[in-house]
Every structure is written in structure tokens, then in C-alpha cells.
């Protein structure tokens, strides 16, 4: 199992995508996605959430809040033409204050503000969607298990675990 991070940055109605533009061989190519990513080797969350945003969008972000741990158990899952990927562990932070100035880590993707009034209308994960509209609507610390057959999500189990 592959331990992550991700965020959702909103600012002013607006939250910030990277939009994925990597070509085939990149699983979540064409996609809207938080950003975030990977857990180095004896590094904590909230210290990984912040050097994976700031990697990818150029911007530090103020005082970010763990507001769910999602297990995705990808069997029969696929991702980008790849079928079975490994499970992840994700640990999803919200925040609302950054500094610093929007840049890219890679030319190819795209930062994107997305109106909130406009989320449903950009490709996303419907877990990703799902875990979005459950930050966004209720308080409290969730623990959230997706499982998806091949792209269609089959399992949202959720349990909030602290209010």
C-alpha cells in the first residue's frame, strides 16, 4: 500500500486543481485532482501535504487541517488503461490560507481555479468528488474505504471518527 497526501485549496468561491496532462502512460492523465502526493520514508502527513503542494503549485500552505483518511482498495480497478494498481492510503487536508505565487512543477499540467459553483462540471474521481462534497458540507474528521470496478466507484464507506 502506497501512503499519500492530498489538499483542497480553496480561496475567495475557488478551489485549486491541477489538471493532468501527462500523456497515456500517466494514470490520472485528464483528470482533475488535488494536489499532492507521496509519503517519503519516515516523513509525517501534514509535513508531506505541504511539500507536495508547494512542489507542485508553488504555494505554501497556511495551517492545513486533516479532515479525512481514505483507503482506495484499487482491485479490479482501472486506472489509465492500467488495471490493478496498488491500493492507496490517503490522508486528505483542507485549507484556505496559502502564500507564495502559482508555478508549476511541470509544464505540461495545468493549475486551475475552479469556481465551486463549476466543480461538477470538471472531470474528477467520483471519490474525489465524493470526499470533496463531505469536507465541504460537514465538520469533523472522517475515515472514508472507495473501491472502485474498473472506473465506476462501487464502495463509499464512511465514518466520521472525530467531530
Known amino acids: 500500500m502506497i501512503n499519500g497526501t492530498m489538499c483542497f485549496l480553496t480561496s475567495e468561491g475557488q ?10 502512460d500517466d494514470i490520472h492523465n ?6 499532492g502526493g507521496r509519503l517519503e520514508r519516515g516523513e509525517r502527513s501534514i509535513d ?11 504555494l505554501g500552505l497556511v495551517d492545513p487541517r486533516l479532515r479525512l483518511i481514505a483507503t482506495f482498495f484499487n482491485e479490479g480497478r482501472v486506472l489509465g488503461g492500467k488495471e490493478n494498481p496498488e491500493d492507496w492510503r490517503v490522508e486528505v487536508y483542507e485549507a484556505s490560507a496559502f502564500n ?18 463549476e466543480i461538477s462540471k470538471v472531470r474528477m474521481y467520483e471519490g474525489d468528488r465524493k470526499i470533496f462534497d463531505l469536507i465541504r ?11 472502485y470496478s ?10 466520521r471518527v472525530y467531530s
Open 100 to 117: 507564495g505565487m502559482l508555478k508549476k512543477e511541470r509544464p505540461e499540467d495545468g493549475l486551475v481555479w475552479v469556481p465551486d459553483s
Open 137 to 147: 458540507k460537514q465538520r469533523g474528521v472522517f475515515e472514508v474505504i472507495l473501491q
Open 48 to 58: 508531506c501535504v505541504i511539500r507536495e503542494f508547494e512542489e507542485e503549485t508553488g
Open 15 to 24: 478551489t485549486l486543481f491541477l489538471y493532468r496532462n501527462r500523456g497515456k
Open 30 to 35: 485528464g483528470w482533475y485532482v488535488p494536489p
Open 150 to 159: 474498473k472506473e465506476e466507484l462501487t464502495r463509499f464507506d464512511c465514518k
